[in-house]
């Protein structure tokens, strides 16, 4: 296509063991990053930075905690929203609770706090498996948004148990702006999203890997399951925890509890799916397409069929063709969006002479 | 201890109506090793298309609303409905879908549960609507005096059904051609698939059977609470009756749904007000992650060995 990787020799395995091994791809990530870091902010307008990219980063990097740990952990989990959930309360609490909490120490500190919290509702799954252990998590979802509502505590005491988040503030300045907020959330999912390349590609990556392929054998191998288990699990809940408090924080602003329902981490498991499992560009893919699709179907629809429906046919309609394309999706490429790039990918390098 | 009893049989009669929504998950778990999250929503679903079949053949063909020809012709037609809609679902999606992962098929009958409920409403409508089988939900007049313990006619009503639902799938799976080879084929597909069971049809059967139970399920639930969306919840209180009971146990969503039905009563009427009620909603999911933790195939799941 418009490169070959003909004369780039690795020579050392410093080399060997890059992201990007070709040199062009390290320019084009180079180039996105500067396109989606500098000039999307300084170009894009409200209505795209607010509605859609903010999310879409949000949810990426939902989609990679979960991915870490149905993806590469093989634990297939239906609470992450609640993970979420613990991730936002614990930031508000932070910067409520401790004064001159710097905003980014209070988001480390949440997604450890969501780490803790998952590594407590991981124990199950030292026993259980599959099924079994994904009704299991459905307790985490259900008792967590459960004790948030319950003690007000969480909440300041706020009567309708809504609470706003505080400004940010990092060195001085105020993300008050959506470009401002953007970027912020767009740096903050940039560097997880690399440390989580680079985790999946690490010793603890293949030990995830070996025991999601078949724990018992990685056991007799010498894997510790339960360190390699539980270690997915605060990783996992960490990634849903910051994802949560960025939600609260520079997407919707104000978060309550019963927000972060069952829906939302279906939604979020759904853009693993789509997107593709044991991929962290598949997290990206998918939040983009389940972010984009219920926008694009709003448009869509009544623009087809007019408004002589009715709004309630219109949205029952987008709710079968939501359903119906995540269907055809799993039949046609059941690997996700991220396999579908794959492809093209290496039908490009030989186009257009395959021979 | 009067109030004790009644409201352990409240949270027992109340657990056999979950346990015929477990029924159907089991049903299908069984047969074809798909986990069926759709369950929830074909519930709503029957239980919509029976009222609306009731509402539409007095208005279009003359029937006389509220007759026993509307209520039997509806519930023949719903069923019919169901089993189009098993059928379909076995054509379109689980065939292209063979021989997937298990979450991949998971993922894709919560793709159906969106389509279901999206079919569901645009057919029918989102109204809630009342279903009336003609058994008044109040307490039986001689326990009511004679022992003053409440127990409803109703839930006594909706026990039995299940029971003999129970007793009906027990002898088709026993006694039939039919079941036979959906027990083989629940053992293991390839050898029944090599000794000429047709997988496709029992597949078909399996679906249109859960679309059955959904339909009684749905009747009793919609008798109960109106038929509403939030009927397509009960889904998911199905399933830590199927955790506790084991996704492969006909038994097992019995027994389950009955320890469920108590325990989450005495719970709420117990446990609840000490740290400010509402624990209904977790308390079943916690009570079956504590008991997985000692028996994790359930209770009468098969035992799961694990061989390198």
């Known amino acids: 296509m418009l490169y070959r990787e003909a004369g780039q020799f690795r020579t050392s395995y410093a080399e060997d063991g890059r992201i990007f091994p070709i040199r062009q791809d390290r320019i084009g990530f180079a180039l996105l990053l500067l396109v989606f870091g500098v000039a999307v902010p300084l170009l894009a307008n409200e209505y795209w930075l607010k509605a859609i990219l903010t999310p879409v980063l949000i949810f990426s990097l939902a989609a990679i905690g979960l991915n870490i740990l149905t993806g590469y952990a093989g634990q297939l989990s239906l609470g992450s929203a609640a993970f979420m959930a613990v991730g936002a309360f614990a930031a508000y609490n ?53 004790v948030l509502v319950k003690f007000p505590w969480f909440s300041n005491y706020s009567s309708s148990g809504v609470v706003t988040a505080q400004e940010v503030v990092i060195l001085g300045y105020a993300f008050v702006s959506p470009e401002a907020r953007y970027v912020l959330t767009f740096a903050v999912v940039a560097v997880l999203a690399l440390a989580a390349k680079n985790l999946v590609r690490s010793a ?152 | 201890m009067q109030f004790f009893i009644e409201v352990l049989i409240g949270g027992l009669l109340s657990g056999v109506m979950y346990a015929l929504v477990a029924l159907g998950f089991v049903l299908i778990y069984k047969a074809s090793g798909v986990f069926n999250f759709a369950q929830g929503a074909m519930v ?55 021989n997937q992962p298990p979450i991949t098929l998971f993922m894709a009958t919560i793709g159906l549960t969106y389509v279901v409920e999206g079919l569901a409403q ?87 059977v859960a679309g059955f139970v959904a339909l009684v399920a749905g009747m009793i639930w919609g008798a109960r609470n109106g038929v509403q969306f939030a009927l397509t919840f009960t889904a998911l209180k199905a399933l830590p009756v199927l955790i506790l009971g084991g996704f492969t146990s006909v038994p097992g969503a019995i027994v389950g749904g009955l320890i469920i039905g108590a325990s989450e009563k005495l719970a709420e009427v117990y446990v609840g007000p000490l740290v400010g009620g509402g624990i209904e909603g977790w308390f079943p999911y916690m009570l079956a992650l504590a008991f997985l933790l000692v028996r994790p195939e359930g209770l009468f799941g098969e035992r799961h060995i694990d061989r390198v």
């Open chain 1, 94 to 146: 932070f910067i409520l609770r401790v004064d001159g909490m710097p905003f980014l120490l209070a988001l480390a500190l949440a997604g450890l706090a969501a780490a803790l919290v998952g590594v407590l509702f991981g124990l199950p799954s030292l026993r259980i498996k599959g099924f079994y252990l994904a009704v299991a998590t459905l307790a985490a979802q259900f008792f967590i948004v459960w």
């Open chain 2, 44 to 98: 709503f679903f029957a239980a919509l298309s029976f009222v609306g079949f009731q509402e539409v053949l007095p208005a279009r063909f003359g029937l006389e609303a509220g007759s026993a020809a509307v209520f039997w012709l509806s519930f023949l037609l719903a069923f019919a409905t169901m089993v189009v809609l098993g059928i379909a679902t076995e054509r379109i999606v689980l065939r292209p879908l063979v």
């Open chain 1, 204 to 355: 603890t990556g293949r030990a995830w890997m070996a025991v999601r392929d078949m724990d018992v054998a990685a056991q007799v191998i010498g894997f510790r399951l339960m360190r390699t288990k539980l270690l997915a699990f605060a990783v996992s809940s960490f990634y849903c925890g910051v994802a949560g408090a960025l939600y609260a924080y520079t997407y919707i602003g104000t978060v309550e509890p019963e927000g972060f329902n069952l829906d939302l981490s279906f939604k979020i498991l759904f853009m693993i799916i789509i997107g593709g499992v044991g991929s962290i560009m598949g997290s990206f893919l998918g939040a983009a397409f389940i972010v984009l699709l219920p926008i694009l179907l709003d448009n869509l629809v009544p623009a087809l069929f007019g408004n002589a429906l009715g709004a309630g046919f219109v949205s029952n309609l987008q709710l079968m063709i939501f359903g119906g394309l995540i269907i055809f999706f799993l039949i046609v490429e059941p690997h996700g969006l991220a396999r579908l790039w794959q492809i093209a990918k290496e039908k490009l390098r030989l186009w257009p002479f395959p021979h």
């Open chain 2, 122 to 208: 645009m057919t029918w409508g989102a109204n809630v609507r009342g279903l009336e089988l003609g058994i008044m939900d109040e307490p039986i007049a001689w326990l009511m005096d004679d022992y003053g313990i409440g127990v409803s006619k109703f839930d006594l009503f909706a026990a039995g059904v299940a029971a003999s639902l129970v007793a009906l799938l027990a002898l088709l799976f026993q006694y039939t051609k039919v079941g036979r080879a959906l027990r083989a084929v629940a053992d293991d597909h390839q050898a029944a698939l090599s000794i000429g069971i047709p997988l496709q049809t029992i597949w078909r059967v399996v679906w249109a």
